[in-house]
Every structure is written in structure tokens, then in C-alpha cells.
Nanobody, 126 residues
Framework: QVHLQESGGGVVQTGGSLRLSCTGS????????MAWFRQAPGKKREVVSC????????RYGSTVQGRFTISRDNEKNTLYLQMNSLKPEDTAMYYC???????????????????WGQGNQVSVSS
């Protein structure tokens, strides 16, 4: 059974940084495309970033481009999201997601992902 466990969220001031982690179990991690999504209260879930199986290909949502960096360590079965220059509008529940992929690219659509973590709250105070 695939399980994704997120950690690293919390409360930070505007301009601060946080790093989220997502550790996978029950899967061959390097055969899965991974992604981060977020959902703020009253808003739709949106893509933050995704990364291909090898880590060579990444995509970012327009609102986080240049501030957030996605990475993965396949030896540790772990996905990361380094978040810098945080803004109040980054406040949301952040979810990691995984899907098997034969190719080395990633999907930005949430509908492509079959496994989800429980979510981790990030709050940015002004």
C-alpha cells in the first residue's frame, strides 16, 4: 500500500522560508512522478510544482516560479519543496502526490495523480 507522509509545515512570517518533505513508502519511488499541490480555504486545489522520476524535469505554478524549488532524493524516497520569500497568499494546505509514469516528465494536473498525502498546513503571517 502506497503511503505518502508530509512534514515541515508551520507558521512563518512574510519573507521567510520553509522546507516541506514528503516521504513515500510501499512504492518504487523512482518510478513515480511526484508533485506538490496546495489548497487554501474557499479556493480550488492548484499545482505548486511537479518533478519527473529522475528529477531532471520540473514545472512550477506561475505564482511560485522563482521562489519555490522542488527536488527529490530517490535514495531516501523523499520529495522536497523549498519555499523562499513566502507571502501571505502562500497560506494553504500543501499536499504531495504521486503517480506511476513510464516517461521522465511530470504532470501539472491533479487528475493525473493517484496517491496523495494527508496534507501539511503552511501559514504565512503578514
Amino acid at each position: 500500500q502506497v503511503h505518502l507522509q508530509e512534514s515541515g509545515g508551520g507558521v512563518v512570517q512574510t519573507g521567510g522560508s520553509l522546507r516541506l518533505s514528503c516521504t513515500g513508502s510501499g512504492l518504487n519511488f523512482d518510478k513515480y512522478t511526484m508533485a506538490w499541490f496546495r489548497q487554501a480555504p474557499g479556493k480550488k486545489r492548484e499545482v505548486v510544482s511537479c518533478v519527473s522520476r529522475s528529477g531532471s524535469a520540473t514545472r512550477y505554478g506561475s505564482t511560485v516560479q522563482g521562489r519555490f524549488t522542488i527536488s527529490r532524493d530517490n535514495e531516501k524516497n523523499t520529495l522536497y519543496l523549498q519555499m523562499n520569500s513566502l507571502k501571505p497568499e502562500d497560506t494553504a494546505m500543501y499536499y504531495c502526490a504521486a503517480t506511476q509514469n513510464l516517461g521522465d516528465f511530470c504532470y501539472a494536473s491533479q487528475y493525473e495523480y493517484e496517491h496523495w498525502g494527508q496534507g501539511n498546513q503552511v501559514s504565512v503571517s503578514s
